[in-house]
């Protein structure tokens, strides 16, 4: 997995060759004794920040306990580091996931909720794709009755360039089946919100 060192396998020369022209592109020397290990660097940084392309839903959740546990599962405030498909520059925040267990009462091991954010997040992404992706796949690989993601990021597209406004987050969410339902999504929000500092 991407946070036990596997990381996705770039083109380490391509990439390499790519961030020496972006380099000189500024108007930089790449040849220059800082810059002389970047592209390296950067490539290998790549496939860290990228890994999640070599990886898939259905593996992070083959493995499921049956404890027949029929109501909400809720883990918040997963943290989540993505980057943005349209600048290459990162978004980061929290991403809030709570499901309901398919009606044989199957459900998964609570560090693979955050396996998925993670996995979605360490690709090229937009903020409301990484939210879908993660609901749909637990309905489709987990059977989940219900679910609920909530993801709430800071863009540092709009923080460090552009319209630049440090501070402002984005928040996205994706509800599907029973958790469409009002009064178990207020109960998911209860459960979210309480004990907030
Ligand atoms: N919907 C969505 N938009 C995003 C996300 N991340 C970045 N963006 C936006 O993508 C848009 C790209 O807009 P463009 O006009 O093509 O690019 P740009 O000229 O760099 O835009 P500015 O950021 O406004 O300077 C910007 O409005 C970004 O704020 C995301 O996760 N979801
Ligand atoms: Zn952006």
Redesign the pocket.
């Known amino acids: 997995m991407a946070s036990e060192g596997k990381f996705h396998v770039v083109d380490q020369p391509r990439a390499e060759a790519a961030v020496r022209e972006l380099l000189i592109a500024i108007g930089e020397d790449p040849d220059r004794e800082g810059l002389v290990e970047t592209p390296a660097r950067v490539a290998r940084a790549y496939g860290e920040f990228f890994a999640g392309l070599s990886l898939d839903a259905a593996s992070v959740l083959a493995k499921t306990f049956q404890i027949e546990h029929e109501e909400m599962i809720l883990v918040r405030d997963i943290e989540v580091y993505s980057m943005?498909e349209?600048?290459l520059v990162p978004?980061h925040g929290v991403a809030h996931v709570g499901y309901i267990p398919a009606k044989d009462g199957r459900v998964t091991g609570l560090s693979k909720l955050a396996r998925l954010v993670e996995m979605y997040a360490r690709r090229p992404?937009?903020?409301?794709r990484l939210t879908t992706q993660v609901a749909d796949s637990l309905v489709t690989h987990l059977g989940a009755q219900g679910v609920i993601v909530i993801v709430e990021c800071e863009?540092l597209?709009?923080s460090m360039?552009?319209?630049r406004k440090p501070g402002s987050r984005?928040i996205t969410s994706a509800v599907r089946g029973q958790l469409r339902d009002p009064a178990t999504r207020a109960e998911a929000m209860a459960l979210l919100l309480g004990g907030k500092r």
């Open positions: 943005c349209h600048h978004f992404q937009v903020q409301e863009h597209c709009m360039r552009g319209i984005t």
